[in-house]
């Protein structure tokens, strides 16, 4: 059997280098056989970059562990509510790229409709990757397929917490490149895919510098200067500067939504769309076109000419009758002319 004959998906392992390694160099944190043999075909720099290194496991153990106080209750509160909100399971499950392109079950609480459509997702995903837009999600402008208070839980971070037990599976880490789904990873360039190299994590050196207001280019140079700098303090430091990050990204989708609001156009029935049928008869229901109103001198003269007759009935009506007959002659309207409605 030729070397690497037995893999399926050949061509997810491209950005692996053909020259041998040491075994030594195989007992990295996966372990599965794919993994090894791409390790394998690594040159040694790339190796060293691929190679999960044993403090970043013991940092991820110690902090899930110190933390369980707080996630797991936090965890079952948030189940609680999505599961009073919205009927369907509490956990969404979707399949990962992860370490050296192995595919995994990512977990997240489920912020929306069950059996939502992902085509969106997918068609707003290409359009960033190929323009120099913001990375903005589409929950700033209102998508339709949350469940109440989704937008919230994505913007705290907090429909995340349930990939703790990917990181105990040891499939993600706390620090890493965010584990990208098969279709993004099938655009990506050959040196994008390098992201991989690393363990995916909950943050990265992408989400504490800027995140959503940077550009696709932008997030997979960071992605790939973290999988060149990894080390204990750049972690200890990602994760002392995330939760300013999370409070900026709601600060963000606030300000998002208000602006969203302000610019939202009015929808107004179209007259060639807008009708009603009522006894057999059609009737419009499009507003009537005006003209508009400009005020010239013949406005301004009638206008004036309307209070001097106003004041006249009202003095006229004023004057006491005598014998049922009004001593001022009815100057308005004189006898023989028939007073207009």
């Not at 933390?67 to 956990?91: H, N, R, T």
């Not at 013949?298 to 001097?308: I, K, L, P, S």
């Amino acid at each position: 059997m030729k070397r690497g004959s037995y893999y399926p998906n050949q061509k997810n392992l491209e950005f692996c280098a053909i020259a041998p390694l040491p075994r030594r160099a195989m007992n990295h944190g996966n372990g599965s056989r794919p993994a090894r043999e791409c390790l394998g075909r690594l040159d040694s720099a790339a190796a060293a970059r691929a190679e999960v290194p044993s403090w970043k496991r013991i940092i991820d153990i110690i902090c899930i562990l110190a933390g369980s106080v707080l996630w797991v209750p936090a965890g079952l509160l948030i189940a609680l509510f999505i599961k009073i909100v919205s009927p369907g399971p509490v956990l969404f499950k979707q399949e990962r790229i992860g370490h050296m392109s192995k595919k995994f079950l990512c977990l997240k609480f489920r912020t929306m409709t069950v059996n939502a459509n992902t085509s969106v997702h997918q068609t707003h995903l290409n359009q960033l990757m190929t323009s120099n837009q913001p990375m903005k999600k589409l929950d700033g402008a209102g998508d339709a397929r949350l469940i109440p208070g989704g937008l919230w839980l994505r913007s705290l971070g907090v429909d995340e917490l349930p990939q703790l037990i990917n990181i105990l599976r040891g499939e993600m880490s706390l620090v890493g490149p965010r584990p990208c789904v098969a279709y993004e990873y099938e655009m990506f360039q050959p040196h994008h895919r390098q992201r991989c190299q690393t363990l995916p994590g909950l943050t990265g050196l992408w989400q504490v510098n800027g995140k959503n207001r940077t550009t696709f280019g932008k997030m997979m140079e960071l992605d790939l200067v973290y999988v060149e700098k990894k080390s204990l303090f750049l972690d200890l430091k990602i994760m002392a500067f995330t939760v300013p990050a999370i409070l900026i990204q709601v600060w963000d989708v606030k300000m998002g939504r208000k602006a969203a609001a302000k610019t939202m156009p009015v929808k107004i029935l179209e007259a060639s769309s807008a009708s009603l049928k009522l006894g057999g008869s059609t009737i419009s229901l499009a507003p009537p076109t005006t003209t508009p109103f400009t005020k010239t001198h013949a406005h301004v003269q009638a206008a004036d000419t309307n209070v001097v007759r106003s004041r006249k009935r009202r003095s006229l009506s004023s004057c006491p009758a005598i014998d049922g007959v009004n001593p001022v002659p009815d100057l308005l309207n004189p006898p023989g002319v028939s007073a207009r409605n």
